[in-house]
């Protein structure tokens, strides 16, 4: 991940790292990717986001909207910091 953005309440799992370097997103996806990084970390009520829990087999992730059909999944640790988990398109795993 490129930008001169320093998060402060946000860590990155190798996977999460390899799925927004894939192939499979476009530059425009992963740009829509970092905003929502970005506001997740400084501001993860925004109505954009649409924070929510995760049900059934994801129980205890979270994930955030980055677009309509793009969302970031992630766990929320008792420190207050978020683990990124992966980025994908809204129905993929």
Do not use: N
Not at 23 to 44: H, N
């Amino acid at each position: 991940m490129t930008e001169d953005f320093a998060y402060q309440r946000i860590d990155f799992t190798d996977t999460f790292l390899q799925t927004f370097a894939s192939k499979d997103f476009s530059s425009a996806e992963r740009a829509a990717f970092l905003k929502a990084l970005r506001l997740l970390d400084t501001d993860e009520r925004h109505p954009s986001l649409r924070v929510h829990q995760l049900r059934g087999d994801r129980q205890g992730l979270w994930s955030a909207s980055a677009t309509q059909v793009l969302r970031l999944t992630f766990e929320r640790r008792p420190d207050g910091r978020k683990t990124m988990i992966t980025c994908s398109r809204h129905y993929d795993r």
